[in-house]
């Protein structure tokens, strides 16, 4: 016998125990409350979260999967082991970051994956596995030349005025008949949080949602009216938070960050940039911090001839297709920061460990 095989056959065995007595348990009376609780919500017996704990472990040792949804990055998988269930994750950075770029990334990792998604779950589920887009910067259209220019590796441009070679048009209609199977629904326009609430409660009902990712946290506060003192951004991640769980997916929200962070001598985003928009830090379960130092360098140019600008290029260079993820918060995990490579003509996020083997994750 395996060691602790016959610990698990008595946690399961108690399970069944404590769920029997459960059922047993009679109301003297009958209890003066409206309000439908979730499956979350009940009392459940301990022992269930043991086992899935236990199940899960088994399955990394033998080297499988069995977190929440990947992100096809590998080096930020291995350190939040996807995203899980009722998490929120906030993907914040400054403008033309990449934000939006990586979220997309991450969309389209999980659709390449979401034909075997059903097998993320732990139980067996009949239901269309989906995800859901809102976006409020960009029409489904755009999103579409976005999603298939990274996965084609055709020119954004190209796809736009349609500058295809023969080649590239075989990838494009091979992309396209791919795309056309997976359950992506996208919403965008203004909208508040609570019509988007509802659109994604209503996704659910149709299709096993397996995420929901919301590009634009300050338009979507701009367009939630609150009379409440605290700020609209603080009422909608908590809102949002509130959803992760009652929906059981993760929720990947983008957000900016302050103009001024990035006129300050170590313009690196920090966590406390994002106290200006209330206590959203604080029903975040993860954080991830957006920088590409190659962004901020290529507009400061020092003048020509001077030791300065000998410095900008090589700094320049060093920086070239290069972006850092700063894991600002994680319930799981020490903070680090990860580096990746982005190739910002197709707005794509790949593992630096992929394309040169040589090089590893910073915070190792």
Not at 59 to 88: I, N, Q
Not at 271 to 278: A, K
Not at 325 to 351: C, W
């Amino acid at each position: 016998m395996r060691y602790g095989e016959g610990l698990l056959a008595e946690i399961r065995q108690r399970t069944d125990l404590v769920a029997l007595v459960g059922r047993r348990v009679k109301l003297v009376r009958k209890p003066q409350v409206n309000a439908v609780l979730s499956e979350r919500q009940k009392l459940r017996p301990f022992q269930r979260s043991l086992l899935s704990v236990v199940q899960k472990a088994e399955a990394a040792t033998a080297g499988r999967f069995f977190g929440g949804l990947p992100s096809g990055l590998r080096d930020l998988d291995s350190r939040l082991g996807g995203f899980r269930r009722s998490e929120l994750i906030l993907l914040a950075g400054q403008s033309g970051m990449g934000a939006t770029s990586l979220a997309l990334t991450i969309v389209a990792n999980a659709l390449r994956t979401t034909r075997g998604v059903a097998s993320l779950t732990d139980k067996a589920d009949t239901t269309t596995p989906a995800i859901a887009l809102f976006s409020f910067d960009m029409s489904s259209e755009q999103l579409a030349r976005r999603i298939l220019s990274s996965d084609t590796g055709i020119p954004l441009w190209k796809i736009t005025n349609g500058k295809f070679s023969e080649e590239e048009w075989e990838k494009f209609v091979l992309a396209l008949q791919e795309y056309s199977a997976v359950p992506l629904l996208v919403a965008e326009g203004p909208m508040s949080v609570e019509q988007l609430c509802s659109q994604a409660a209503e996704m659910k009902k149709g299709a096993d949602l397996k995420c929901v990712v919301v590009d634009g946290l300050q338009r979507l506060a701009a367009w939630t009216v609150d009379s409440s003192s605290m700020s609209n951004c603080e009422r909608v991640v908590r809102r949002l938070k509130v959803l992760a769980s009652e929906l059981s997916v993760p929720v990947l929200v983008t957000s900016s960050l302050p103009v001024h962070s990035r006129d300050r001598k170590s313009p690196e985003p920090r966590m406390s940039d994002l106290s200006e928009y209330g206590a959203v830090e604080r029903f975040s379960d993860v954080v991830l911090l957006l920088y590409r130092e190659f962004h901020r360098l290529k507009d400061i140019e020092p003048e020509v001839g001077t030791v300065e600008h000998v410095r900008w290029i090589e700094k320049l260079d060093r920086s070239y297709q290069r972006a850092d993820i700063f894991i600002g918060k994680n319930r799981s995990e020490s903070t680090v920061t990860i580096d990746f490579f982005f190739d910002d003509a197709l707005g794509l996020f790949q593992d630096l460990t992929v394309l040169t083997p040589s090089v590893s994750s910073s915070g190792d």
